[in-house]
């Protein structure tokens, strides 16, 4: 056979060698006939009893396996959700859809909804409710689920994708490595692979469909590749690679939760980003100090209206006593542009990047802009929190979101609730014109935090979805890392601090461009926290700056990235 290399995204770091075990998924037929009336109250109950059984199931699952109990739970408050419910219902009852038919359309429109997003963690979430639309199709069609626990020999597996279902049911101790046609880095596959240190490669294609049983492959996470039918030599190669990842990967592990300190002195804060409790869970598990970025987003997509403050200050606050007085960076509410809720009708807008969203929003629905403060800053009486504003251009924004703030701090004082007075107020730093004004806004908040994902789409005028621009979009452009450094010493020069909770944090080949930047604060994912906390232990702040020097002379991008690939 003739050695194949085929390039994939990749979801966990790691070497895996070994041969195929393909899992394939029940292509289900869902009937299309609609029913009589005498059927409706039949058809809602057969829904109602997939929706019991699979809850039964996950809460079964959630006392045996720990790792994906928190997955476990959000899939169960899915399952609870009146949206899902009620407009399954009335499927049955106004459309004479039959039980399967219904709760099929009703799910393909959430999961519509979430893949129409344009972040790619919130995108990855429709795969949660995928997985909850076959989990609930396959009770009410009476088939049998499949899943890997028939595995029985060591091997990597090959899929389509994997569900929270799918990796719940597979044994740990089996399982060389992970291949899938779809997924994402921040996809439940990454996650779990991610949190079990399983080497993991996603976004292959259709590669399941090009493998056979048995097939020997080699996951190499480092090129990011899968090589297919690898000869000996080829073999004899990675098996020496394997044993030197085995022992850097035990290296770091050793030393992730010691802190970030350069060989000159100088501590640097390493925090992981999240969007709910078991990402924070799995931030600490992975050496995080804190969190630099809370996407509360979530809170509000995964409700059927705008959450109460009652509710969010349930989640702030548990992620606060999760931190044990770590700082916790709370983002107030960024919908709009590629976010959307599916409650809430958004106007059409011919350019919804440059539109209505963020603060924008919050400032002209002041309702929901004030019961999200009210319950950060209750959440602040249990921990160290952070406030955080998205968007902002101008120190008009700052002056008029502070104004809401002290009003929810004086409405929580007239009542008696406790909460932080001196707590800190950051904003983003993603949009041009935050960069050119930044010694203005610097006057009027604690902290700048760097949002590169946006930063570098606007720098560049390259929309990071859009594929014909993609070779545009990248951060170590001059233009991005000039105006990184400016953001920072603009901060540093009103005696305060900057942190990046973009996706460049996370870049582990950057770290060292970015402390010699003179970045405060990382915030990146889970995944990668030991690697960037090794960087800075292996690093002093004098010769980082001698090396960002040299690569902010440098005038474009590929000579960057020439440069950081011989010297990093």
């Known amino acids: 056979m003739t050695e194949r290399i085929v390039k994939g995204i990749v979801a966990s770091e790691g070497i895996a060698i070994g041969k195929v075990y393909k899992f394939e998924k029940v292509n289900l037929q869902v009937p299309t006939h609609t029913i009589v009336d005498d059927d409706i109250v039949s058809e809602i109950d057969k829904f109602k009893e997939s929706i019991d059984s699979y809850i039964g199931y996950l809460n079964l699952k959630i006392e045996t396996n720990l790792s994906q109990s928190e997955i476990f739970m959000a899939h169960i408050g899915m399952l609870e959700d009146p949206f899902l419910i009620e407009t399954t219902e009335n499927k049955i009852k106004d459309e004479k859809m039959n039980a399967a038919m219904a709760l099929k359309a009703t799910a393909d429109e959430i999961i519509s909804m979430m893949e129409s997003l344009e972040d790619p963690y919130l995108k990855e979430r429709a795969a949660d409710y995928k997985d909850i639309k076959t989990q609930l199709l396959h009770r009410i069609l009476g088939i049998e689920v499949p899943d890997l626990s028939n595995m029985t020999e060591r091997a990597i597996i090959v899929a389509e994708d994997l569900s929270p279902s799918d990796t719940s049911t597979m044994n740990v101790d089996l399982v060389e490595g992970i291949v899938t046609d779809l997924g994402g880095k921040t996809a439940h596959t990454s ?94 598990s992975q050496g995080a100090e804190g969190v630099g970025l809370f996407r509360t987003e979530f809170l509000y997509m995964e409700s059927t209206s705008f959450p109460d403050e009652q509710s969010q200050y349930e989640v702030y606050k548990s992620a606060a006593e999760m931190l044990k007085g770590k700082p916790l960076t709370i983002r107030t509410l960024d919908i709009g542009g590629d976010k959307g809720l599916p409650y809430f009708e958004f106007p059409n807008e011919d350019n919804p990047f440059l539109g209505w969203r963020a603060l924008r929003i919050c400032f ?21 929190v952070l406030i955080l504003l998205p968007m ?31 707590i800190e107020v950051g904003i983003m730093i993603e949009t041009p014109a935050s960069v050119i004004v930044a010694e203005d806004l610097i006057k009027y908040v604690d902290f700048f935090s760097i949002g590169t994902n946006d930063l570098t789409q606007y720098m560049l005028a390259a929309d990071r979805g859009n594929q014909k621009v993609s070779n545009l979009y990248n951060s170590y452009n001059p233009v991005v890392l000039r105006s990184i450094k400016r953001v920072i010493q603009a901060s540093h020069d009103a005696g305060k601090w900057t942190g990046m909770c973009g996706g460049f944090a996370s870049d582990t080949k950057a770290t060292k461009l970015l402390l010699g930047l003179g970045l405060d604060e990382f915030s990146a994912v889970a995944g990668n926290i030991a690697k960037i906390k090794d960087v800075i232990r292996k690093n002093s702040i004098e010769e980082s700056k001698k090396y960002a020097d040299h690569i902010l002379s440098l005038e474009s991008t590929s000579e960057i990235e020439e440069y950081i690939e011989k010297y990093s």
């Open 392 to 422: 902002v251009i101008s120190v008009d924004e700052i002056k008029e979101a502070k104004k809401y703030i002290e009003e929810c701090k004086a409405e929580l004082k007239s009542e008696n609730i406790a909460f932080d007075e001196k």
């Open 364 to 384: 002209d629905m002041p309702e929901v802009f004030k019961t999200q403060l009210r319950a950060i800053l209750r959440a602040s009486a249990h921990g160290k």
């Open 191 to 284: 996650i779990i692979a991610q949190t079990l240190g399983i080497p993991a490669l996603v976004g292959l294609g259709s590669i399941s469909n090009k493998l056979n049983n048995g097939q020997d492959i080699i996951v190499d996470t480092d090129k990011s590749i899968l090589i297919i039918d690898p000869s000996d030599e080829t073999k004899s190669c990675y098996l020496k690679k394997a044993e030197l990842m085995k022992e850097e990967k035990a290296r770091l592990e050793k030393y992730m939760f010691q802190e970030a300190i350069t060989t000159d002195g100088k501590d640097i804060e390493v925090f992981c980003n999240i969007g709910n409790l078991s990402d924070l869970e799995l931030g600490i």
